[in-house]
């Protein structure tokens, strides 16, 4: 796994955040916020680490999230 720096992480940690309050509140488990979270991560991992890439990435997820999880 890659090292992130603070600042990045602070960067997905917002736009995991952000991409949350797109979830309507009674399927927002922490099962869905793990997978978002690890799709982000790995999102970032590729070199996609701008606030916006990563809430782009994390909201084209969503759907697919919801359907595969709940």
């Known amino acids: 796994m890659p090292s992130f720096s603070p ?3 602070q960067t997905m940690r917002a736009a995991l955040d952000e991409a949350m309050t ?3 509140l009674e399927q927002a ?3 869905i916020k793990a997978a978002l979270a690890e799709y982000i991560l790995k999102t970032a991992a590729t ?3 701008s606030y916006g890439g990563l809430l782009s990435a ?3 997820q969503i759907q697919t999230l919801l359907s ?3």
């Open 47 to 49: 070199g996609q680490t």
């Open 29 to 31: 488990t922490p099962g």
């Open 58 to 60: 994390a909201s084209e």
């Open 22 to 24: 797109k979830i309507p």
């Open 68 to 70: 595969t999880m709940t």
């Open 7 to 9: 600042a990045l992480i």
